[in-house]
């Protein structure tokens, strides 16, 4: 299972941008790149999905470089409510099901 | 429509008793996930379903622990004789098919006290 590693922790102030790096240096070619949310005291929330270059939706973008060896989850504006912790995973659909690491804690000061 | 749902939301019991924890995922959804997470850790995988039938298992730690999904809907996470370490908040999510790319949808966990 290709391993993910990222920042234990992030602060960042409202308003600004905070971009959150994930190292998968052992992704494999069929492997895609996702990033879930959690809040205290609930279960993740998928926030984007990208296999390679780059993926914008609503809420966030995913920058993802040619060698597919790291990615970079990008919230723009960040809001108070955006405290929380962020995980990003490598899979794909053939039985390799979700590792979910350890995540980054952001934290979002007024 | 509802989300994943699961009962109980909290479950305290004593060391050597037996548990069960139920997950209701969203209608439609083939593909349901059992997730083990303690504190300040992230989502441990256990085990997950494709329609009835228990596709991949080798997340359960030992053989106290049991899922079953019998209906291809509703699935329980069956644990014997609690011990301590087995205190954790239990995910349950589900997805319309297995995937390991796609969306997965969770529920707000059980969280499971054993003293």
């Known amino acids: 299972l290709a391993k993910t590693t990222q920042p234990i922790s992030m602060d960042s102030y409202e308003g600004q941008e905070v971009n959150i790096t994930c190292s998968h240096n052992n992704i494999a070619t069929n492997d895609y790149i996702t990033w879930y949310q959690q809040f205290p005291s609930q279960g993740p929330r998928f926030i984007i999905q990208?296999?390679?270059t780059k993926v914008t939706n609503e809420v966030a973008s995913l920058f993802i470089p040619a060698d597919r060896k790291s990615s970079t989850l990008s919230l723009p504006r960040v809001s108070l409510s955006d405290t929380a912790v962020y995980y990003c995973l490598v899979g794909n659909n053939a039985g390799n099901m979700l590792t979910f690491g350890g995540g980054t804690r952001l934290m979002v000061k007024p | 429509g509802a989300g994943v749902s699961q009962t109980p939301s909290n479950k305290v019991t004593e060391k050597g008793k037996y548990v069960e924890l139920r997950c209701d995922p969203i209608s439609g959804h083939t593909a349901l996930y059992w997730y083990r997470q303690s504190l300040g850790q992230g989502p441990e995988f256990l085990i997950y379903?494709?329609?009835?039938?228990?596709?991949?298992d080798s997340g359960l730690p030992n053989d106290r622990f049991f899922a079953v999904r019998p209906e291809g809907s509703v699935s329980t996470l069956k644990i014997q004789r609690t011990e301590r370490g087995d205190s954790a908040v239990y995910l349950c999510?589900?997805?319309?098919?297995?995937?390991?790319?796609?969306?997965?949808?969770f529920g707000p966990g059980t969280r499971l006290t054993v003293l």
């Open positions: 379903f494709q329609g009835t039938g228990a596709a991949d």
């Open positions: 990208g296999y390679k």
């Open positions: 999510a589900s997805s319309l098919m297995l995937t390991g790319t796609g969306e997965q949808f």
